[in-house]
């Protein structure tokens, strides 16, 4: 079994997903926003197809620690996502994971352009690699 993240956005959703012995995250897409009911339809057939057991979703809380405006719609989305993808689901805190995710492509040498069509599974990338990276240190303590 494996575990997905999403990178909740207005207009896309970055996915990611780990590898079965949950030590490493692969960018799956980029998922181009259109309608909540396409929106599950996807996310249902990406779970589907990665034999995927739990959700990590980034929870894009303000520098200071408290949830805004993109938080209380990611916690919308997610809200009504449970209502029809039933798979446990965790919010980890994903500030400057896009910068992070930015940062890494600039440093690959990725130009503008494909920058800007992956920087959401990126992103998506650097919350599971942080999640997972927990979930390492908590089974060695």
């Given amino acids: 079994m494996r575990i997905m993240s999403l990178d909740v956005g207005s207009r896309t959703i970055g996915v990611a997903c780990s590898d079965a012995l949950l030590m490493t995250a692969q960018g799956i897409e980029t998922i181009r926003r259109t309608s909540l009911a396409n929106d599950f339809q996807r996310l249902q057939e990406l779970i589907e197809a990665y034999e995927v057991h739990q959700l990590v979703v980034g929870m894009p809380k303000n520098m200071n620690g408290t949830k805004g405006d993109r938080a209380e719609k990611t916690e919308e989305f997610v809200h009504k996502m449970q209502e029809v993808i ?7 805190d994903e500030r400057l994971s896009t910068v992070m995710a930015e940062k890494s492509l600039i440093f690959a040498d990725v130009s503008r352009k494909k920058r800007k069509l992956v920087i959401d599974k990126m992103a998506a990338v650097v919350i599971l690699q942080g999640y997972l990276a927990r979930l390492d240190t908590m089974k060695k303590q």
Avoid: K, R, Y
């Fill in 86 to 92: 039933h798979v446990p689901v965790i919010f980890w």
